[in-house]
């Protein structure tokens, strides 16, 4: 990514573009250790410390009390879970059950032929992914990474595997995946077999991580803070469940500082559902025990996909019709045409962050 920025030089970088994970089959079994989802046959490393939920998945004939497990024939099927304690509820939405619902329906026609090719012309990427991180951003969050064969991902918020699968097939690093939409996680693990990714996922909320302490070596998200309320518990797990000298990079949408009231009411209204932070990411990085490496300005960048997000969009706008209903289209549009202006006037932006443990 052309930056212009160095990373602070602490340790030699093991990530190289373009190297990939030994070949694995591709066939997955379960682990008697957390019901979670490896490759049956490894690449040359072996993750024989991947980590151990917290909490059991529910055994064969139990009722899970997730509100998408309806969506699911088996949500024990490759996924560990996690009953939802605290779940944020976003203000498009009269109730939890109505968030979840939404969000894991929308994991089913990510791989529509119409939503692949908006993703390939708007994204560059062809993970069903809906994540503002473009493949220069995620390769220079790898870098910073550093992570190697032996290495534990944590990828929180991981949808249908963008970021975190890409990372561990540069890396050869071991991923989890953590996210409430089963839909996504099924896609992810479909994913990682195809792309020989040694990974496992978790239905869990990232405010209470089921991971002991000091599990990772790595912590990545993608503009998922913004989706949020309770952002800095969620940071304090990400410290939580990180080994010492463990890094994190995410990617988040901010409104910009100090605007006038009205365009602060705009900004809010065209962002993500909890763009507005009571606190500074910086302070909030520091409260929950983090060691803030690099900041980088990347509204350019986040600019420019909007633009042909939405120009992707409206040119398919009748597929769009046919696949998700006339109504969600041109919600969906609206609030793409606001985000375009509200950072074309520079009510909002998005940052990469870096930080230590």
Not at 73 to 88: K, M, R, W, Y
Not at 171 to 183: A, K
Request: include cysteine; charge should be negative.
């Amino acid at each position: 990514m052309k930056t212009g920025c160095r990373l602070p030089p602490k340790r030699p970088p093991r990530f190289l573009p373009g190297m990939g994970s030994s070949e694995t089959s591709g066939r997955w079994t379960r682990s008697p250790l957390n019901n979670a989802c490896h490759s049956s046959r490894r690449p040359d490393h072996h993750h024989s410390r991947c980590p151990r939920p917290r909490h059991s998945a529910p055994r064969s004939g139990e009722t899970s009390s997730l509100p998408v497990a309806r969506l699911a024939a088996d949500l024990t099927n490759g996924i560990t879970q996690q009953t939802p304690s605290n779940v944020e509820t976003m203000s498009r939405f009269e109730s939890e059950q109505e968030m979840l619902a939404f969000f894991d329906e929308n994991f089913l026609h990510v791989l529509a032929p119409v939503m692949l090719e908006i993703e390939a012309e708007a994204r560059g990427t062809d993970y069903g992914s809906v994540s503002w991180s473009t493949r220069d951003q995620v390769e220079w969050m790898a870098t910073y990474l550093d992570l190697g064969n032996d290495s534990l991902l944590l990828d929180i918020g991981a949808g249908a595997g963008w970021p975190g699968l890409y990372v561990g097939q540069q890396t050869g690093c071991h991923v989890t995946m953590l996210d409430f939409p089963v839909n996504g996680l099924k896609l992810a693990l479909d994913r990682a077999a195809l792309d020989s990714v040694a990974a496992h996922a978790s239905v869990a909320d990232g405010a209470s991580l089921p991971f002991s302490e000091g599990v990772f070596e790595g912590v990545i998200h993608s503009d998922l803070l913004c989706c949020l309320t309770h952002k800095l518990e969620v940071l304090a797990e990400c410290r939580r469940v990180i080994r010492p000298g463990g890094r994190m990079a995410f990617t988040v949408i901010e409104v910009v500082p100090d605007l006038a009231p009205d365009a602060h009411t705009i900004a809010v209204e065209s962002g993500p559902e909890f763009v507005d932070s009571e606190s500074p990411y910086v302070n909030l990085l520091e409260e929950s025990g983090w060691t803030l490496s690099k900041v980088e300005d990347v509204t350019s960048e986040f600019q420019s996909m909007a633009r042909r997000l939405l120009q992707s969009r409206e040119s398919r706008r009748e597929a769009l019709v046919a696949l998700l209903g006339a109504e969600d289209v041109e919600e969906m549009i609206e609030r793409n045409r606001g985000t375009v202006a509200s950072t074309k006037k520079r009510r909002l932006r998005r940052r990469i962050y870096l930080a230590e443990a």
